[in-house]
């Protein structure tokens, strides 16, 4: 079956949720874009409130851009697949799944989030898979949460193990203290997919439970979905899957991920006084990143990027215009890498922007061939 044959046979009949309001303009009356976009605005506003202009372009001087690019683009590209090797992990106790395809899918996800509000690039992806493969949505969504949880659990725990090396110098900021009021909260995700896992009649029975007082179509609705959704967290159940999801995460946050942030601080010429330290301010503000792009934001995470420059850098004695410009070329370079790289990918596989924009009003559980 061709793409376009698998596009006409991908909508879901039933479970079709609205979740932006129909309309080429509808996200205009959607109150959390805006609310993402003020987040944004706020943060630029907060990491550039000190910085004069004039002192922002002198720290563009000077920078080796091209070392920055060549390092950086096979980073970014490195993690995209990497990426859809762990996620080959998570969804072959669902399916087997060529890394192709995941690339695919990983790299559509990305640019929807680049330039479509509210990460929108999650569902986007996991309608995308389910449709090549045939699944149902939700239990590709269940692989993208567990995905995601793991994310967040390496990223909370690379600040926190950062702080420690580092000392109070990084200890002392207000990402650094919400790094580690976030780190318990991590886990209970973690938990609740185990506990999902292990016990799933139990905990879709107490859900049933709660659910009982709305209309029986939405409970049904909710149970049915959240039975196809345990079929996502199959990789739990331990063996190779778990050694090679394990593997994977350390490769991608504690390598290529980590590539264009050491890049940039070669190209900016900031020495904190060993190779050791060096790498270790590097991971800290990779977790950083992963911990601002966590917060509501415009597309592409703009504003809580560049925040999280400025909260890791400034408080290690860098001063904020060189680490406003760091964090604004750093952005721009891994923006229009990810973004220029869905777009090829879409546009070899036959996909269009249109198609994947109408996918993110759709329900993803209901993606079904």
């Given at each position: 079956m061709s793409?376009?044959?698998?596009?006409?046979?991908?909508?879901?009949?039933?479970?079709?949720?609205?979740?932006?309001?129909?309309g080429r303009w509808a996200w205009v009356r959607d109150w959390r874009v805006w609310f993402g976009m003020a987040i944004s605005a706020l943060c630029l506003w907060y990491a550039g409130r000190d910085v004069p202009f004039a002192d922002l372009r002198e720290a563009f001087r000077g920078v080796r851009v091209w070392q920055l690019v060549l390092l950086s683009v096979?980073?970014?590209?490195?993690?995209?697949?990497?990426?859809?090797?762990?996620w080959r992990h998570l969804t072959d106790p669902?399916?087997?799944?060529?890394?192709?395809?995941?690339?695919?899918?990983?790299?559509?996800?990305?640019?929807?989030?680049?330039?479509?509000?509210?990460?929108?690039?999650?569902?986007?992806?996991?309608?995308?898979?389910?449709?090549?493969?045939?699944?149902?949505?939700?239990?590709?969504?269940?692989?993208?949460?567990?995905e995601r949880v793991l994310d967040i659990v390496c990223v909370l725990l690379m600040a926190g193990a950062g702080m420690a090396w580092l000392g109070s110098a990084a200890g002392d900021g207000l990402l650094a203290r919400?790094?580690?009021?976030?780190?318990?909260?991590?886990?209970?995700?973690?938990?609740?997919?185990?506990?999902?896992?292990?016990?799933?009649?139990?905990?879709?029975?107490?859900?049933?439970?709660?659910v009982r007082p709305l209309p029986v179509r939405i409970g049904r609705f909710v149970e049915d979905n959240l039975r196809r959704f345990t079929q996502g967290l199959g990789a739990l159940s331990g063996g190779t899957h778990l050694f090679w999801i394990f593997f994977h995460s350390l490769v991608i946050w504690l390598g290529v991920s980590a590539l264009p942030i050491i890049a940039g601080l070669m190209a900016f010429g900031l020495d904190f006084g060993s190779p050791e330290r060096t790498l270790t301010v590097a991971w800290i503000l990779l977790a950083a990143v992963g911990v601002a792009v966590a917060i509501p934001s415009a597309p592409g995470f703009v504003g809580t990027y560049q925040f999280a420059f400025l909260a890791v850098l400034e408080p290690l004695g860098v001063p904020p215009a060189r680490a406003l410009a760091l964090g604004l070329v750093v952005w721009a370079l891994w923006w229009c890498t990810f973004t220029v790289q869905g777009l090829i990918v879409m546009r070899l596989g036959g996909t269009s922007l249109a198609e994947l924009r109408a996918a993110s009003g759709k329900d993803p559980t209901g993606a079904r061939r």
């Open positions: 793409e376009r044959e698998h596009s006409g046979a991908a909508a879901a009949p039933s479970g079709e949720a609205a979740v932006l309001p129909p096979p980073g970014h590209i490195g993690s995209i697949y990497f990426r859809a090797l762990r669902i399916t087997p799944v060529e890394t192709a395809v995941l690339y695919r899918a990983q790299s559509i996800g990305f640019v929807i989030n680049n330039l479509v509000p509210l990460r929108m690039g999650e569902f986007v992806r996991s309608w995308y898979l389910a449709r090549e493969t045939g699944t149902r949505g939700a239990a590709i969504l269940g692989t993208v949460v567990l919400g790094a580690r009021l976030m780190l318990p909260v991590a886990f209970l995700p973690l938990v609740a997919l185990a506990l999902l896992r292990g016990a799933p009649d139990r905990v879709i029975g107490l859900v049933a439970w709660l």
